[in-house]
């Protein structure tokens, strides 16, 4: 979900001139602020940046030829998943896929799932089209949007089976973050949308950012931690390894894993 470059500190989020950046293709004015789902006029504040960045022609005739396909256009309706997906299935949904190699191969290998990813970052979204046409599998549909609105206006009430939320921009500087995805209200409107037994799973190279996970589910009275997992990229917990925890792996970092579980007694009865 993140790119790397090297700094005096170790490596941050980025590798641009900006520090803690998703970077997308293309950006022909600035991006809507995202409007808070209790209070549509107040402004909240993004966790990723949008940048200018090079997509490929073959990436470019993705969108042209497999948006159709994979592609679904952001709206205020929320979404049927079952007709979407022409059957009633469990849920998936990934903020932040990337490229989508590890989204495709659990769509891939999990045919009895249907998957969601939501991406900013135009080439990785064209790229997981590709992958995705080649892989000949019908389970998964892509996003290109800010993942908050998508979960506020477009994701039903007790609709997903798992989210996964692997490796985001960890804004390791301290006055950027209060621009980290995990916050109260983001459990909030995560557990808001996990159906029963629903769980939440985070992944992160960082530990001043395992750190900060760590605080605020502690606090969260929406989800309890089932499994934490420290290791070195030996083992991923129930899902494959990421690109971006293998060039973290490279710079020495430790990964931590977690699965949260959803507290079902907050369900509407």
């Known amino acids: 979900m993140h790119a790397y470059a090297n700094t005096e500190k170790g490596f941050h989020?980025?590798?641009?001139e900006d520090i803690g950046i998703e970077i997308s293709a293309i950006i022909d004015h600035p991006p809507p602020a995202v409007m808070n789902e209790t209070n549509p006029h107040k402004r909240t504040i993004r966790s990723f940046v949008r940048r200018a960045g090079r997509i490929t022609?073959?990436?470019?005739?993705?969108?042209?030829?497999?948006w159709p396909v994979y592609g679904?256009?952001?709206?205020?309706?929320?979404?049927?998943?079952?007709?979407?997906?022409?059957?009633?299935?469990?849920?998936?949904?990934?903020?932040?896929f990337g490229n989508g190699e590890t989204l495709v191969e659990q769509a891939a290998a999990t045919p009895s799932k249907d998957f969601v990813g939501i991406e900013v970052h135009e080439p990785g979204i064209g790229h997981c089209m590709l992958r995705a046409e080649k892989a000949g599998i019908t389970n998964l549909?892509?996003?290109n949007?800010?993942?908050?609105?998508?979960?506020?206006?477009?994701?039903?009430?007790?609709?997903?089976?798992?989210?996964?939320?692997y490796f985001p921009d960890p804004w390791p500087k301290k006055r950027h973050h209060k621009r980290r995805i995990i916050a109260p209200r983001f459990?909030?409107?995560?557990?808001?949308?996990l159906a029963d037994n629903g769980t939440l799973n985070v992944a992160t190279d960082w530990a001043n950012y395992a750190e900060h996970i760590d605080e605020v589910l502690s606090r969260s009275d929406r989800f309890t931690c089932t499994e934490r997992r420290e290791h070195d990229g030996e083992q991923p917990l129930d899902?494959?390894?990421?690109?971006?925890?293998?060039?973290?792996?490279?710079?020495?970092?430790?990964?931590?894993?977690?699965?949260?579980?959803?507290?079902?007694?907050h369900h509407d009865l």
């Open 187 to 193: 459990l909030e409107l995560v557990a808001d949308r």
């Open 239 to 265: 899902r494959p390894q990421t690109k971006f925890e293998r060039r973290g792996l490279k710079k020495g970092h430790r990964i931590c894993d977690w699965r949260f579980d959803l507290r079902s007694a």
């Open 72 to 96: 679904l256009e952001y709206g205020p309706e929320l979404l049927d998943f079952d007709a979407l997906f022409g059957r009633s299935a469990p849920v998936v949904l990934e903020i932040g």
């Open 57 to 66: 022609p073959s990436q470019r005739r993705a969108f042209e030829t497999l």
């Open 145 to 165: 949007r800010d993942a908050i609105e998508v979960l506020s206006q477009q994701v039903p009430h007790h609709s997903l089976s798992r989210l996964n939320l």
């Open 13 to 16: 989020a980025g590798g641009y």
């Open 141 to 143: 549909r892509l996003i």
